[in-house]
Structures are given as structure tokens and as C-alpha cells.
């Protein structure tokens, strides 16, 4: 199960990192979201935890809850490849967040 979560999420990882930043979001926000920071942030602490193998510090486990609070608050103020865009970070955060097997932070 643990390798699959993994697996999974080094997927959409790897899609994200070949997916185009959307134009406007490098000069806008949404809903008062910084989306560029937030875009960084996320994908550095996803990359955290496909290094480790699906474990995360306290810090970054953290900065993921932040994340996917401010994700859920921006997603609905954006364009539909926007919206595409930020829901791939959104479900990578979930995936980690939500591990069945491993509920506390690493």
C-alpha cells in the first residue's frame, strides 16, 4: 500500500514538474493566495517526501496542512487550467496528508 501511495504520488509529481505555470498567476493572486509561493512550497515538500521514501518532518508535514487550506480557499477563484493545474497539488498534499498507515508526522 505504502509503495503504491508512493508510486502515485511520484506520478503526479513528475506531471506537475512538465506542466506549464499558469501566465497569470505569476503576477496575480487568488482569494489573497500567493499562488507562485504557494506552488513552490508544496512541491518542494512533495519532493521532500518522495526522497524519503513517504516520510516528512514535522515542518514540512505542517507546511503541507497550511497548503492544502490555502489550496482549497484559491482553487475556486481560478480558470478551469488553472483550477487543473492547482488540483494536482491539492491531491498530492491530500495523499500525504491522509497516509492510512502512517497518520502522524515524520
Known amino acids: 500500500m505504502a509503495e503504491d501511495l508512493v508510486r ?5 509529481y513528475e506531471e506537475h514538474r512538465r506542466a506549464a505555470f499558469p501566465p497569470r498567476l505569476k ?3 487568488a482569494h489573497g493566495v500567493e499562488m507562485v509561493g504557494l506552488d513552490c512550497r508544496v512541491t518542494g ?9 513517504g516520510r ?10 497550511e497548503c492544502e487550506q490555502l489550496l482549497n480557499r484559491a482553487i475556486p477563484a ?8 492547482y488540483r494536482r497539488l491539492l491531491t498530492m498534499t491530500v495523499l500525504i496528508l491522509e497516509k492510512p498507515d502512517d497518520p502522524q508526522p515524520r
Open 56 to 65: 516528512v518532518d514535522n515542518r514540512r508535514w505542517d507546511t503541507l496542512a
Open 27 to 29: 503576477v496575480d493572486d
Open 45 to 53: 515538500c512533495v519532493g521532500t517526501w518522495l526522497e524519503n521514501r
Open 78 to 85: 481560478l480558470d478551469e487550467a488553472e483550477a487543473f493545474y
Open 8 to 12: 502515485a504520488v511520484a506520478e503526479l
